[in-house]
């Protein structure tokens, strides 16, 4: 079996290339759910990322680092909530102001900050389980974020299909005329779902600072935010694709370093390069088939809801 | 509630020239608090910031050196942007049209003829199209979305210049440090005024931005790009084609943006090196919404964008402010823009005292 020892840390970098994905991508699933398209995915990882890489260093309290990301996220996603649907500025315009101002708050924030070392989140061990060959770490030798993130997909899931809750989210996203007239409150709603989608914007990013490379850089995200968007197409809209869709790029992203370990002869940068070609392609693949986008993306996303009344 | 949010019955014309004016009040008032925040007497860092970069001559002609790739890609995003074209892909738009326009000069650099530069300008234009023509096939063909396209495109487009400078594009003199040899005279973009930084480039800028006016007013393309972005349904029934509009705009917003590649490795940088743009593709967006599509707002905006890059440079040597500082504030004037158009088509009215009339 000596031949497959390669497998183990194959599987373990695609699980932390794939969590920060996972966050992102399930929040920002919900946010599209109650009709809302927030195209600042990246800018909320980004001030998630510096936020929970600075409570980190400074408190040196993880469980605090990572609630100050989240809560840093939602911060971001408030605003949009309040440009897109307090004042109705257009969604797709504003998602992409709040990437340009996270790209540069969070290089503001992290200037002192840049190339500090900080010990990587811990992983859990259980004496006897995660020293089981092969399946033992990579079930029982994971850091908190990553049970989490299965944890987050497993609720929301739960939350959307099986919750009264849930189907009122839905129904606001599909018809917020119909959902007001009821008596929801559609803004409120969606302000929320906005938020959660920050909420976990922000954790995604501090996945990055704190584990998947413990360190803050600028723009360290690149471009992640993005393939998050890109991921939920992938997953017409489904919690648990959304799952299967991030370890996938995971294993893309993570190509280029075992690639390489291995002695492949190509430059690194068009190894870099395939997380963003498959994301192209995926997106291409998917696309093609319009009736099955529309039968399962929000009808009302990316509409502005402005109550007659 | 207390304010309620209104809808005009018409948009008014007053507050589309009102609102970047808001936005920008908006954000120089924030950005006091921000100073404050920092340590720095806001006073002080507004002044580094807006006046001190326009002291000379010189500093003048470098705010031109700034806007001037900032003009050619927002006019070019603007007519896009007019036809709910959402390019946000620029900046791999830019490398691609530097990357193929200096291309000519790394594999023919004995060439000495005038016809070098303005072969090169061209094939940057070609380059920057059709890096653009990628997302408007996969729209038109598959309708994959083109701002997630447009962007990706850009990392897959930067990684390539990394894989030239670093390899088969280094200069053979350079002591292996990732840069091309530097461009001959006859690669260079000319000079307009002696003593600056000041290139043929802003001329060609200027020029697309008269002739992208011109084409909005006065010509069908304009018209039908005008009619798709604003009524799809009716510009179906006049008959205009939604591909061709989609096409049409990649391809010009492409162009464009290759152009102001290529006018910046062949005017200031003078060569081939791993980042060629502080985000100008990025910040363009800005400078096209803030100047609210139209072309003479693009020529302001573009200036004073171009300053916050001048100020943020000063600031970041006499005040030891972070360069990051202009990212912050671009992204707050965008930010502002977007909020105070609601009044464009809104208003807000006060309700008190008319709930206990009725």
Redesign the interface.
Same mark, same amino acid.
């Given at each position: 079996m000596a031949g497959f020892d390669w497998i183990v840390p194959v599987i373990l970098t695609m699980i932390t290339a794939a969590t920060p994905l996972v966050f992102a991508g399930i929040g920002e699933l919900i946010t599209e759910k109650s009709g809302v398209l927030n195209l600042g995915v990246e800018g909320m990882m980004l001030v998630g990322a510096v936020t929970g890489f600075i409570t980190a260093t400074v408190t040196g309290n993880y469980f605090l680092a990572v609630l100050a990301a989240a809560f840093a996220g939602s911060v971001m996603a408030f605003l949009f909530g309040v440009l897109t649907l307090s004042l109705m500025a257009n969604q797709v315009a504003t998602g992409l102001a709040l990437t340009l101002f996270g790209v540069g708050l969070s290089a503001l924030m992290g200037q002192e900050f840049v190339g500090m070392p900080v010990d990587p989140l811990d992983k859990l061990y259980i004496s006897g389980l995660t020293d089981i060959p092969y399946i033992g770490p990579i079930i029982f030798g994971q850091d908190g974020l990553v049970y989490l993130s299965f944890a987050v997909v497993a609720a929301v899931s739960w939350f959307l299909y099986k919750t009264k809750a849930g189907l009122i989210l839905r129904a606001v996203g599909d018809s917020h005329d119909a959902a007001h007239s009821i008596g929801y409150s559609v803004i409120g709603i969606r302000y929320l779902a906005v938020m959660f989608g920050g909420a976990m914007s922000g954790i995604g990013g501090a996945y990055l600072s704190l584990a998947y490379t413990p360190m803050w850089a600028e723009n360290m995200t690149a471009g992640r935010g993005w393939i998050a968007l890109a991921l939920i197409v992938f997953a017409t809209w489904k919690p648990g694709l959304v799952l299967i869709g991030a370890y996938m790029f995971g294993g893309i992203t993570i190509l280029q370093l075992h690639a390489q370990a291995a002695g492949l002869d190509v430059p690194s940068q068009v190894l870099s390069m395939l997380p963003y070609v498959a994301t192209v392609l995926v997106l291409v693949l998917i696309s093609k088939d319009q009736s099955r986008i529309r039968k399962h993306a929000p009808a009302c996303i990316g509409k502005i809801f402005h109550p007659a009344a | 509630m207390l304010l309620k %949010?209104e809808?005009r019955s018409e948009s008014s014309r007053v507050m589309v020239y009102m609102t970047p004016i808001i936005a920008l009040v908006l954000t120089v008032l924030c950005s006091t608090v921000l100073f404050t925040l920092l340590g720095v007497s806001p006073v002080e860092a507004l002044n580094t910031f807006f006046i001190q970069p326009l002291d000379s001559r010189y500093d003048l002609s470098e705010l031109f050196v700034k806007a001037t790739p900032l003009m050619l890609i927002a006019i070019g995003l603007s007519v896009g942007f007019k036809a709910n074209v959402?390019n946000?892909g620029a900046e791999g738009q830019l490398t691609m049209g530097a990357i193929v326009g200096s291309s000519l000069f790394i594999y023919f650099h004995d060439i000495d003829s005038v016809f070098l530069l303005p072969a090169m300008i061209l094939l940057g234009a070609i380059g920057g199209a059709a890096w653009a023509a990628?997302p408007a096939f996969?729209k038109t063909r598959?309708?994959?979305?083109e %701002?997630?396209?447009s962007?990706?495109?850009?990392?897959?487009a930067i990684?390539?210049l990394?894989?030239l400078v670093?390899?088969p594009w280094r200069d053979p003199d350079g002591f292996n440090f990732p840069e091309s040899r530097t461009f001959s005279d006859s690669a260079d973009m000319p000079i307009l005024v002696a003593g600056t930084r000041m290139h043929f480039g802003t001329l060609l800028a200027l020029l697309a931005v008269l002739g992208t006016w011109i084409m909005m007013a006065k010509t069908l393309v304009g018209f039908q790009i005008k009619v798709i972005g604003s009524a799809p349904t009716a510009g179906g029934y006049a008959g205009f084609s939604q591909k061709k509009i989609i096409w049409f705009t990649l391809l010009f917003g492409g162009a464009l943006a290759g152009v102001a590649g290529l006018s910046e490795v062949a005017g200031p940088i003078d060569q081939i090196i791993p980042t060629i743009s502080p985000g100008y593709g990025?910040?363009a967006?800005?400078v096209a919404?803030l100047g609210r599509l139209h072309p003479v707002g693009i020529f302001f905006a573009s200036l004073l964008m171009a300053l916050t890059y001048l100020g943020g440079e000063t600031a970041q040597i006499s005040l030891g402010l972070?360069v990051?500082?202009?990212?912050?504030?671009?992204?707050?004037v965008?930010?502002f823009l977007?909020?105070s158009?609601?009044l464009v088509?809104?208003r807000f009215r006060l309700n008190i005292g008319r709930k206990a009339v009725s």
């Open positions: - | %949010i809808k959402w946000i990628i996969l598959f309708n994959a979305n %701002i997630l396209t962007l990706m495109l850009v990392y897959v990684l390539f990394s894989v670093h390899g990025f910040t967006i800005i919404f972070p990051a500082v202009t990212g912050v504030f671009q992204g707050m965008l930010f977007l909020a158009d609601v088509n809104y």
